[in-house]
């Protein structure tokens, strides 16, 4: 990537008309660029903060689930395979939406629930309170962690989105713009040179413009001097014309 | 009434009562829980747990220690100490193991066969089947096709068979929820064992009868408190109650209008024994649950069973005594384990 060039191109008024044309476009698309970039770095933030407390929030709830299994075991027994056993179909299911953040598309999971408790009964006999309280709380649990999923996609995605701006930004900011104005720079320069030959020559011709002005009107005067030139005929004298007939 | 069998007992018993008064000796005392409290990883359970009758038992693990080896290798210790009564003992009493047996048969078939209908292979449920229950056809569960299939060709030689004539016709063994097919075969087993104890007579009715009946009282509550919410009907529920307690027959038909726990409290306050029971009732969080406190009493009748002599009681007292020592074991290992010991003094103290 040298950092020299400029784009190739003849330089006349058009040529910088449109270079001019080109340098407010790109400044006005960087300045565009730079807006997009400030507004996914706030939301990328925003993320950010949400994530650390939901992560910690999902620390304190995975303790308490796990305490309750214990507490659901004490009580029950060991039901695990039992509720393994009867494990058909799933109840909490997940679909997957698209939400817009400075015109960057974001997955977003939300859970839903589908069909009934197929475990409403388990612990009929023993431990049915622990068990809905284990449920509850691992319903809790479940539902936290599609949230920090949702959370950490937006992160990734966002994270790549502004990657990708930032380096558009600095490709226009410290490589296109300064190319063109280079250009443009040349094209000034060039077209000042040429008026200035320009000038040189209209300088020069008029000089020799007057030096074979003054040759010929000293030969006028001499032949004049002469009397071999014949005056051509003065209308604006009030003489009479020969060559009317009828005055 | 004392026919005298403080006579002929010895004779084919003797034996078999002195060892398992000795094994009883050596259950966990109030220190021993109070040490196991204040350790701070499993490594120092393990230790703690060598000094007692446990020894090392758990000299074999490999790192890490976790709280399921514990439970496994204790749940083997009950079981080895469970089958040398069993393989020694004489009629009647081999009669009485049979039934204690029987409601661990009941949760491993009702495993087998929600396998059986699901596909599963038959190997990876054989190894959760909890040991105490086996019998000698859960290998055959596999060949049987149907539910139907599964009873007239498995089921009918166990034990287990007469309940599951009590409770339903063959074609509807797959129609009915899992778990009220297990709790309608408890509910048939509880009075088959009831009725034994009972013909019996002598010392091991006196004390096998009343904690049987409290079994089934205890049963009829928490089924009640636990189908509130639930779309268990109030018919249903009833079919599940057993009839054996002191609540039949008027507590339990009171008791299948209950719609809350308050109405349930009711019930039970016409009932002495209950009574107090339900006032140590905490309420909400930080209370004890009434599951806690049916607990205590159990553990209570399970050690005063101990002080007669020459009746059966004995061997399901310390059964259920080891069974309940187990689980505080367990939930103290998981305190411990997952550092959260608020609650670790939870444990049922039994001696």
Known sequence: MSGKDRIEIFPSRMAQTIMKARLKGAQTGRNLLKKKSDALTLGFRQILKKIIETKMLMGEVMREAAFSLAEAKFMAGDFSTTIIQNVNKAQVKICAKKDNVAGVALPVFEHYHEGTDSYELAGLDRGGEQLAKLKRNYAKAVELLVELASLQTSFVTLDEAIKITNRRVNAIEHVIIPRIERTLAYIITELDEREREEFYRLKKIQEKKKILKEKSEKDLEQRRAAGEVMEPANLLAEEKDKDLLFE | ?351
């Open chain 2, 1 to 351: 009434m004392l026919e005298g069998a403080e006579f002929y007992f010895n004779v084919d018993h003797g034996y078999l009562e002195g060892l398992v008064r000795g094994c009883k000796a050596s259950l966990l005392t109030q220190q021993d829980y109070i040490n196991l409290v204040q350790c701070e990883t499993l490594e120092d359970v393990k230790i703690h747990l060598q000094t007692t009758d446990y020894g090392n038992f758990l000299a074999n693990q490999t790192n890490p220690l976790t709280v399921s080896k514990i439970d496994t290798e204790m749940r083997k210790k009950l079981c080895r100490e469970f089958e040398y009564f069993r393989n020694h003992s004489l009629e009647p009493l081999s009669t009485f193991f049979t039934y204690m047996t029987c409601s661990y048969m009941i949760d491993n078939v009702i495993l087998l066969m929600n396998g059986a209908l699901q596909k599963k292979s038959v190997k990876e449920i054989l190894v959760k089947c909890h040991p105490l229950g086996r019998f000698t056809e859960m290998e055959a569960v596999n060949i049987a096709e149907t539910p139907s299939d599964l009873f007239n060709a498995v089921l009918v030689e166990t034990p287990l068979a007469p309940f599951f004539q009590d409770c339903m016709s063959e074609n509807t063994l797959d129609e009915l929820n899992i778990e009220l097919l297990r709790n309608k075969l408890y509910k048939s087993y509880l009075e088959a064992f009831y009725k034994f104890c009972k013909s019996h007579g002598d010392v091991t009715a006196e004390i096998m009868c009343p904690i049987l009946e409290f079994e089934a009282d205890r049963r009829a509550f928490i089924i009640t408190l636990n189908s509130f919410g639930t779309e268990l009907s109030k018919d249903d529920r009833e079919t599940l109650y057993p009839t054996c307690g002191k609540l039949y027959p008027e507590g339990l038909r009171l008791l299948a209008q209950a719609e809350d726990f308050d109405q349930m409290r009711r019930v039970a306050d016409h009932y002495g024994v209950y009574k107090p029971l339900f006032d140590a009732v905490g309420d909400g969080s930080g209370g004890k649950t009434l599951e806690d406190v049916f607990y205590e009493r159990e553990v209570q009748m399970n050690v005063l069973a101990f002080n007669r002599q020459f009746h059966y009681g004995v061997f399901y007292a310390y059964t259920k005594l080891k069974e309940q020592e187990m689980r505080n074991i367990v939930w103290i290992a998981e305190c411990i384990s997952q550092r959260h010991r608020a609650k670790i003094n939870s444990y049922i103290p039994i001696l």
